[in-house]
């Protein structure tokens, strides 16, 4: 049995399957375009987008800090009134003493101006409540009826009967 | 190499990739496709990289190589887990599929059932050096194995596929049992 002959004939017998084989490889373009897609999946967002989420975090954040926090501090400072321990006439001037680290001049902490949105609430709920003390109701006139006087006041026994008979109703 | 010439080798050997993912596979046509792609994925993550020692061709072939036998292990693991739960079945290797059948002549068919007997190493040698024309150093590259193991694989891969396809007279001297044989079925 020549080996050499039995070489070149396996070798074309491999080839001829490599033929069939190469025949039917799905195409390089689909395969690699599926890398890439396995590579990005659908739910994964690009960097440029990351940037856009942590913009939104960051006013969301902010926002909440500033409709929140600071309008809840402002309106602590507002209610509390004079603090223990400070008093608006304080003397500049005392003696030393173990008292003195608990009195403060008002007069030079910061001067606790409600903000433009507090005062915009204070003028809205005012103006609500007036709204709401000359509120008439529409079916109002329903609960009046013409012999109203009669029930609202007791009539005298020296009254005239003419001024009676003007009371009651025609009907 | 860059990013355009890196996919410009990959799309060129792409074709022959498919075949030796194949024979990585047993033949399994969708696993040979998964497989490239996972090789694909990986070249693109960066997993896979080129360093130039070797030719690209022979690089190429190792990644597929241990990216199939990786799956192939990870299978294996994901079976021996669900067994309790599943009467396993486990399927012929050698059966072809009914397009193989038609499609491939009768002496392709002896071939590849003849290799798929062999042992992995065997047939991967032979696949290397008959189906891939690469030489005994190259291959031994591809299956990370010495040269001289590399030739051991193949001298017994051969005899043993000689022996296999002995009954089939494809390897008489005057080569009419290869021609009789091609006969027998019809190629498309």
């Known amino acids: ?171 | 190499m860059n990013g355009s010439e890196l996919r410009a080798e990959l799309e060129r050997l792409h074709p022959e990739s498919y075949g030796w993912a194949l024979a990585c596979c047993w033949r399994d046509a969708a696993e040979a496709e998964s497989v490239l792609q996972t090789v694909y994925l990986r070249v693109l993550q960066g997993k896979a990289r080129f360093d130039g020692r070797a030719k690209f061709k022979t690089w190429l072939f190792s990644v597929i190589r241990r990216t199939a036998a990786d799956r192939r292990r990870r299978f294996l693991l994901r079976r021996l887990g669900l067994a309790k739960y599943e009467i396993y079945q486990p399927a012929d290797k050698n059966v072809d599929r009914p397009d193989d059948v038609v499609y491939r002549s009768e002496v392709q068919i002896l071939l590849l059932g003849a290799l798929a007997q062999l042992p992995e190493r065997q047939r991967q040698a032979l696949q290397l050096v008959f189906y891939h024309d690469l030489s005994l150093e190259e291959a031994a590259g591809v299956m990370n194995v010495s040269i001289g193991s590399a030739r051991t694989h193949y001298e017994r891969g051969k005899k043993r596929l000689r022996q296999l396809m002995g009954e089939s007279r494809i390897f008489d001297e005057s080569g009419s049992g290869r021609k009789e044989a091609e006969g027998a079925i019809p190629r498309r």
């Not at chain 1, 490599?18 to 396995?38: G, H, L």
């Not at chain 1, 994964?44 to 954040?61: D, E, S």
């Not at chain 1, 009826?145 to 009907?171: G, H, M, N, Q, Y």
């Open chain 1, 1 to 171: 049995m020549n080996l050499d002959q039995d070489e070149k004939k396996l070798r074309a017998l491999f080839h001829d399957v490599r033929a069939e084989d190469e025949r039917d490889a799905p195409s390089f373009a689909y395969d690699w375009q599926a890398a890439v897609d396995r590579l990005r999946p659908a739910g994964r967002l690009r960097p440029g987008k990351w940037v856009l989420v942590a913009a939104c975090i960051v006013v969301v954040v902010y926002g909440s800090w500033f409709f929140f926090v600071r309008d809840t501090s402002h309106r602590a400072i507002d209610d509390s009134g004079p603090v223990a321990g400070v008093s608006p006439s304080a003397p500049q001037e005392r003696a030393p003493g173990p008292s003195q680290a608990a009195t403060v001049d008002i007069s030079r902490l910061p001067s606790k101006k409600p903000s433009a949105r507090t005062r915009h609430r204070s003028a809205t709920a005012m103006e609500a409540s007036a709204l709401i003390s000359q509120w008439r109701s529409p079916t109002d006139f329903l609960l009046k009826f013409p012999a109203d006087r009669l029930l609202k006041s007791v009539p005298r026994l020296d009254d005239s009967i003419v001024d009676l008979d003007s009371t009651v109703p025609e009907d």
